[in-house]
């Protein structure tokens, strides 16, 4: 099975409030689909995406399927906005300086 990209994974709406919710703890596929107006495979599809991407691991308990966040691969999106996070601080360094010395004008 091919690996998706994390970007990808989370480029979907969908994908990112099954992670939010999965946030609180493992859930089954059933109890996550009821938060949306998805059918269960619609929600088991996003899910299997997760999966590939890696932020979410499955746990067969019974007949039912539960899913675990794992945010390991979070790290990797938290390294790319890291770039920009340093970028807009120093921009706004720079413009409230500017603003400071018109203000002293």
Not at 66 to 86: A, G, K, N, Q
Not at 93 to 98: C, F, G, I, N, S
Request: glycine share 4%.
């Amino acid at each position: 099975m091919a690996e998706v990209d994390v970007f990808s994974a989370l480029a979907n709406p969908v994908r990112r409030e099954i992670l939010m919710q999965l946030r609180m703890g493992p859930r089954a596929v059933n109890d996550l689909a009821r938060g949306f107006d998805l059918g269960r495979p619609a929600v088991s599809e996003h899910l299997q995406v997760l999966r590939k991407a890696r932020l979410v691991r499955e746990e067969p308990r019974g007949r039912e399927r539960y899913y675990h966040l794992d945010p390991r691969p979070l790290s990797e999106v938290d390294e790319w906005l890291t770039t920009f996070t340093r970028y807009w601080k120093t921009r706004l360094a720079a413009l409230e300086d500017l603003l400071n010395e018109e203000g002293k004008k």
